[in-house]
């Protein structure tokens, strides 16, 4: 049995386009109305989740020092009787409501603070160069001052004359509450 397809269309929200200067200057009014409401709702917003968030904090850290502490103990523990849990071939062991592990990190790579330079050079006097990494890029920015050297370069565009459309409505500043 073939299974049907359904296609979704996606659809706008009717937009009201202005029919004169006077109705676009309304509509800007009307965006700036809207984007000061939007502003006031999502600081008040922001106020709310602030004050939770402050709160709750203690509860929050109290807990996180409970788990830790458990997580700790749980740890020493295990560690103590691993050959026990593990039965001494495992790295992990279910014990009826969780279970517990080890889990061997992949090596990594560490270099010195400070000691990248030093490390490159004797990689290189040891001659290990494979070991040390040549990038490069196209310096964008060097094009961009100097476009007329790359004209004409295969597969290099350099855009200009792009304009974006903006409205800003017109806003004023908001009091600080200081004194002039």
């Known amino acids: 049995m073939a299974k049907a397809t359904v296609t979704k269309l996606k659809t706008r929200a009717p937009v009201a386009v202005p029919q004169s200067q006077t109705d676009c200057a309304a509509q800007i009014k009307k965006l ?54 593990t039965g ?11 279970e517990i592990g080890w ?24 001659g290990l160069e494979e070991f040390v990494r040549i990038g490069e890029s196209i310096n964008k920015e060097a094009i961009l001052a100097s476009p007329d050297e790359v004209r004409g370069v295969k597969g290099l565009t350099i855009v200009t004359g792009e304009e974006d459309f903006y409205v800003q409505p017109f806003a004023l500043a908001a009091p600080t509450g200081e004194a002039a």
Do not use: H, Y
């Open 88 to 98: 001494g071939k495992g790295k992990s062991a279910n014990l009826i409501t969780g």
């Open 103 to 126: 889990r061997q990190r992949p090596p990594k790579c560490q270099v010195g603070r400070g000691m990248e330079a030093d490390v490159i050079e004797t990689l290189k006097a040891l």
């Open 32 to 85: 700036g109305d809207v984007q000061r409401e939007l502003a006031r709702r999502s600081a008040d917003l922001n106020d709310t989740i602030a004050q939770l968030a402050k709160a709750a904090e203690p509860r929050l850290q109290a807990l996180q020092a409970q788990a830790e502490a458990a997580t700790e103990g749980i740890a020493v523990w295990c560690a103590a009787n691993r050959e026990t849990l």
